[in-house]
């Protein structure tokens, strides 16, 4: 059984940083895509960031500029570096990764808590 932990979350202020991580008890280079969720208090998840196994990166628009995903196959880690962070960035964030050993598999890690707030 795959496991996805995050951990980096915590409380900012606007303008602020943070950089998630998640750890998978498996090589990340076996996933088709490992990605970054994240839902807010009242709202659905919704897709932030991707990398492929190939190395292609995707964003949602409004991260765009401010975060980047990264992966360290080294250390089964991915990243997601977050700057010029806004209020309506907090949410739980949730790792993702797909793709093996079955093309229809799919992990999730039990989230982290990012609020940004002055």
Partial sequence: QVQ?????GGL???????????VASVGVFRFVA?????????????????????GNRNYV????????????NAKNTVYLQMNSLKPEDTAVYYCNA?????????YWGQGTQVTVSS
């Fill in 12 to 22: 900012v202020q606007p303008g602020g940083s943070l950089r998630l991580s998640c």
């Fill in 98 to 106: 797909r793709g093996w050993p079955m093309a229809n598999n799919d």
């Fill in 4 to 8: 996805l932990v995050e951990s980096g």
């Fill in 61 to 72: 628009d409004s991260v765009k500029g401010r975060f980047t995903i990264s992966r360290d």
């Fill in 34 to 54: 490992m990605g970054w969720y994240r839902q807010a208090p009242g709202k659905q998840r919704e897709w932030v960031a991707r990398i492929t196994s190939g």
